[in-house]
């Protein structure tokens, strides 16, 4: 592995204990990544997609909230991605990637020339084989 764009579910799943079984994988690509020296590329809308589902869904306060991202954004390895490539975005949303976020994620993949994804979303898995993208799990 060398590098990976993450989605937010993975996110989510690293921090929160919805899902034991995806809170290892989560956490087994971290881990993975700070072994080997890869970078995990987190793009902008998926860390405010982030801040969304954690103070609206979970509650977390601001404060909380804040201190979460800054323990994120330390971890060695992990990059956050300001730019969106708006053309190749648009040019994948709705048509190919009818979720707004998943045509980012995808976009940000193909710009950063990053073949893997990390997401737990198996119907995005299954449409961005068909863009060249790979997951990481599967």
């Not at 989510?12 to 929160?16: A, R």
């Not at 998943?102 to 976009?107: C, K, M, V």
């Given at each position: 592995m060398t590098a990976v764009v993450v989605d937010t579910n993975v996110l989510?799943?690293?921090?929160?204990e919805r899902n034991v079984?995806?809170?290892r994988l989560a956490r087994g690509l971290f881990e993975a990544a700070d072994a080997d020296g890869a970078v995990l590329y987190l793009p902008q809308i998926a860390l405010a997609d982030l801040v969304f589902?954690?103070?609206g869904l979970y509650e977390r306060t601001a404060g909380e909230t804040h201190e979460i991202l800054l323990d994120l954004l330390?971890?060695?390895g992990v990059s956050p991605v300001n730019d969106l490539p708006w053309p190749r975005l648009l040019e994948l949303?709705?048509?190919e990637l009818p979720d707004f976020a998943?045509?980012?994620?995808?976009?940000v993949a193909e710009a950063l020339r990053v073949e893997?994804?990390?997401t737990?979303?198996?119907p995005l898995v299954r449409k961005l084989r068909k863009l060249g993208l790979r997951s990481y799990w599967a």
């Open positions: 989510v799943s690293l921090l929160l079984e995806q809170q589902v954690l103070s330390s971890h060695p949303w709705p048509k998943d045509a980012a994620l995808a976009a893997v994804v990390a737990f979303d198996r």
